[in-house]
């Protein structure tokens, strides 16, 4: 059980573009999402928690015009890259909360992200 | 001082023998502990998590956890190649709105 999912696992793109990422849970309900950012050889850096139906929580210093995320279901958050640049090439990643009364978090696969 | 600490390492262990993790925190008032397991190149995996004083065991794998000290650590028993990774510690922290915060993780190497 807590299968998270992401899609796609890698994207290039030309610099300009938008990127738009999937996280699905797979075989649960999931009201809370996290997006997580991990440069090489780095921690990872929350960007924004998720919740389903409400507006996204943004961690200071992330864009949130830049880095757009749609919790439209229990089971599926998005997070756009608009006009995608070099220096946000990363691994993006997304984990989601089993249930409402836990802090255990599991984690999606993740999607490399490329900007040329 | 910072929220979550670990050391980074590398942490260089023999295969067999037992691989010991440590972790300490800022938060007096932190409730719960994660360890997870980060590949190269791909994302962390829930090992454990522990919530009281003491210890916890899941097959090789033991949690300590001790509050009074703000410290917590991850015991790998006959540790394996396998188990060459990077050991992240997470913490909740009443400071921060109850978010996990992440270490940065110690890289383990199990020499074979």
């Known amino acids: 059980g807590a299968v998270v999912s992401q899609h796609p696992s890698r994207v290039i793109c030309k610099s300009g573009t938008s990127v738009k990422i999937e996280c699905r849970s797979l075989d649960f309900q999931a009201t809370t999402m996290f997006w997580y950012r991990q440069f090489p050889k780095q921690s990872l850096m929350l960007m924004a928690t998720s919740n389903e139906g409400s507006k996204a929580t943004y961690e200071q210093g992330v864009e949130k015009d830049k880095f757009l995320i749609n919790h439209a279901s229990l089971t599926l958050s998005t997070l756009t890259v608009t006009s995608a640049h070099p220096e946000d090439s990363s691994f993006y990643i997304c984990s989601a909360l089993v249930g409402i009364w836990t802090d255990t978090q599991y984690f999606g696969p993740g999607t490399r992200l490329t900007v040329l | 001082q910072k929220e979550v600490e670990q050391n980074s390492g590398p942490l260089s262990v023999p295969e067999g023998a037992i691989a010991s993790l440590n972790c300490t925190y800022s938060?007096?008032?932190?409730?719960?502990f994660f360890w997870y397991r980060q590949y190269s190149g791909k994302s962390p995996e829930l090992i454990m998590f522990i919530y009281s004083n003491g210890d916890k065991e899941d097959g090789r794998f033991t949690a300590q956890l001790n509050k009074a000290s703000q410290y917590v650590s991850l015991l790998i028993r006959d540790s394996q190649p396998s188990d060459s990774a990077t050991y992240l510690c997470a913490v909740d922290t009443m400071n921060r709105d109850d978010k996990i915060i992440f270490g940065k993780g110690t890289r383990l190497h199990i020499l074979p």
């Open positions: 938060d007096r008032g932190s409730q719960s």
